[in-house]
């Protein structure tokens, strides 16, 4: 049975659908989460047909300083004295039916997680879907040169040796969840698969990040098997990298930092994802090390 909180305003025609999910709040470094999914809805020209009721879901007065409280309160635009836009917080399901593809941008709820996840579920029930991608990023040692790492968990062990294959590491860890895990664990009790995908970005660099949200779009559409042109965004990318070198140019400290991830990142892959190549060096007589 469908929540009260979701509304269904059309019903697009799918053959067994994927959904990708994409949140603000905590994993959403770089604003790579939402910054991946709004581009793919640019991008497939998806409609929006659903939208979650954000009442009941959120917390809106938080204590603490202004910074603090901002990540909580609705969005307003003020203008010689006359309000021009107060936002809640918005969750809603976009739709591509030629790509078979939901796509699900929202924020990440403080209370009612089993609420808002039956929403989710809902709308996976309604149009049988049969996998759920959640795209995420978090802060981490990774420079500004190089391509996001992906880490993944996901609901059925079997998904690992799918997944395996584009270069993926297996997350480990312990401490707080998000509603993320609780949707995945969730998945378990139904006939549902899920992938949770999350991308490193640099912990030096703030603000939204173009070049990791091109290169996790880039790696979802190759998931998905979509058909995009991303050569704006790989120019964004191109652009954002480069005013950033300059910048680090200018601070000696942080150049030399950077290179030292810069190995680190280089020698994981070398070691980890070409021990082929690397063997088959060392039989040669090369030295790789």
Known sequence: MASE?????????????????GLSGWMDGGEVSTGSVKCLIDKLNADK??????????????????????????HTKITSGLIDTYEPPKSAFYCSEKDNLILFLGKEPNLRWDE??????????????????FIGSIAGLVPHTREPRLFCS??????????????????????????????????????????SLIATTPAYVQGTNPKCIEGVTRRLVGMLDLEVELDDLRNISDEFEKKLSDVVQ???????????????????IFNNEMGALKTWLEQQGIRVD
């Not at 200018?250 to 994981?268: A, G, M, R, T, V």
Request: glycine content about 4%.
């Open 5 to 21: 909180k979701l509304k269904i305003y059309k019903k697009p025609e799918f053959d067994n659908p994927r959904l990708l999910v």
């Open 154 to 195: 996901v609901s059925k062990p079997e998904l690992k040796e799918t997944f395996k294959h584009y270069g993926v590491k297996f997350t480990n860890y312990e401490g707080p969840a998000s509603i993320i895990t609780y949707l995945t664990s969730s998945c378990n009790k139904r006939d549902l698969k899920m992938v």
């Open 250 to 268: 200018e601070q000696p400290e942080l150049e030399s930092n950077i290179h030292k991830l810069e190995e680190d990142y280089d020698n994981e």
């Open 116 to 133: 808002f996840a039956k929403c989710i579920f809902s709308i996976c029930n309604e149009f049988s879907v049969g996998m759920i991608y």
């Open 49 to 74: 047909f659903a939208e979650i009721d954000p009442n009941g879901f959120y917390i809106y007065s938080f204590p603490g300083s202004m910074e603090l409280t901002a990540l909580f309160r609705p």
